[in-house]
């Protein structure tokens, strides 16, 4: 099975009502008059890192990839639980993990440790606390809203180039937790920008049941000369999100479209129909 | 580094106060006026069970072995997120998760899935809900308790080896979740015995301060003439437990001992003095 194959067999299982259908980063869980945030990413070798990579490097974005999807939800993080292979850069990986949990306020709840024959898979649990009810959901766009994004697109694609001025926006991403939390109240939707802007553009327009235009000339890109890859690149961690044209916004961000009823594709790029999300970005599995 | 010394390293890192220090197998988060049990655990190709095993059989042992953390706490499960990679078997490993799910009531709150090139490692995160504070941990075993197991340990051995009687002993154990939860109010120190119970007597003794006197010929074993082996191999998802010789227990349990004040060993097995942990069970990486 593929990513999306599996993903599909899985909704056939039993879900809770908090799983959003497994249709959103995050699971929801209202407990004892809160509602938490819980995310789990991975990260594997030769899949989401190359075996030469910085460890600490993998491990800062482990944890920004999670704080992310919390950060999408407008949720103060808690704690996070580690699942960790035993490999060669222990030592590099740990250190990392402790300058990302100091540079984002947060702690090691727990997790677990275990010794491994092949490539290193890396687990994060991440745990927060919403700030906001209802908690901001993909599937709430609606006609007539506005489209932003918070931060430029790309800077990781050129890091990931060995461009000097973004190579920390690939090695070492900043999660959006405070933007998000300012946006929470007033957008219609909102997600973290992972497989890239058109892709998670796509997404969150097919489960609004909506269209998403969006106009390229609007997009912040990190090179201008090329951006159709920038807006197809992931790994920038900015926020996608949807809200009335007449709301004033808490943070800066960049309008970049409108919202309109469902047409036949639910992407529009400069007038141009996108159906088909192939080719949008970056699709695993 | 091996799991002793990554786990010291990781106590190092900005920890949780409800992380215990990284001396219990969960987390406890007091979250509005209840208290959230959070555990993570992974199972690796190779490691914790063969290429050729039936990956709906490793589902289950999953979540039992996450389940079986929440008993030990006396948690009541509310949910699990799965950490998936992709691999030849999903087929079979959703067939196993179904079951597991639906056999213990559980549901699934969200997750991820990875696509990765080499042995496959899965990861699980179960929240459970604290049924009774303070929540049981390893650490509160007092001197003149009695000390108790709720069955007998060797059968996921047999199973292992291929005694029919015992295969679903080993391929589909059942975490004590009811004992756990009807035990939680009485015990003075709980864990579940994954990795043998005369190694996890030791750890128990060793992180209460005291010292566990164990009377083999009382330990429940599923072979007589192989106790020794019984009482050191582990995934019989038993729980260990201390309490007070007067206490009533609501549950059937074996009483295999009695805590005594901090001797030179942690442990006495039969009178003998066993300080080291070596050899007592099994120890991973």
Request: glycine share 10%; net charge negative.
């Amino acid at each position: 099975m593929n990513e999306t194959e599996f993903v599909a067999a899985l909704r056939k299982l039993p879900l809770h009502p908090g799983a959003r259908g497994l249709e959103d980063d995050c699971a929801v869980l209202p407990v004892g008059g809160e509602t938490l945030i819980i995310t789990h990413d991975m990260m594997a070798e030769d899949t989401h890192f190359h075996r030469d990579a910085d460890m600490a490097d993998v491990a800062w974005k482990l944890l920004a990839a999670n704080l992310s999807d919390l950060a999408a939800k407008g949720a103060e993080p808690l704690g996070v639980l580690l699942g960790y292979s035993l490999g060669s850069s222990d030592a590099r990986f740990l250190a990392g993990l402790d300058e990302a949990l100091r540079a984002h306020g947060v702690t090691l709840m727990g997790g677990d440790t275990v010794a491994t024959t092949g490539t290193s898979t890396y687990g994060m649990t991440a745990i927060g606390r919403a700030t906001c009810l209802p908690v901001p959901s993909r599937t709430g766009a609606q006609p007539g809203d506005a489209i932003y994004v918070t931060g430029p697109v790309g800077r990781a694609m050129l890091g990931y180039e060995g461009d000097e001025e973004h190579l920390l926006a690939f090695n070492r991403p900043v999660p959006r937790l405070a933007e998000g939390i300012a946006l929470a109240p007033l957008v219609s939707a909102m997600m973290d920008i992972s497989d890239g802007l058109l892709l998670d553009c796509w997404r969150m327009a097919w489960i609004s049941g909506v269209t998403l235009a969006i106009e390229s000339a609007a997009v912040p890109v990190a090179a201008r000369h090329r951006s159709g890859e920038c807006m197809r690149w992931g790994d920038d961690y900015e926020l996608l999100f949807t809200a009335p044209e007449a709301a004033r916004l808490p943070v800066p961000a960049i309008r970049i479209g409108t919202v309109r009823s469902r047409e036949h594709a639910p992407l529009l790029l400069d007038q141009t129909p996108l159906a088909d999300p192939a080719n949008l970005g970056y699709r695993h599995g």
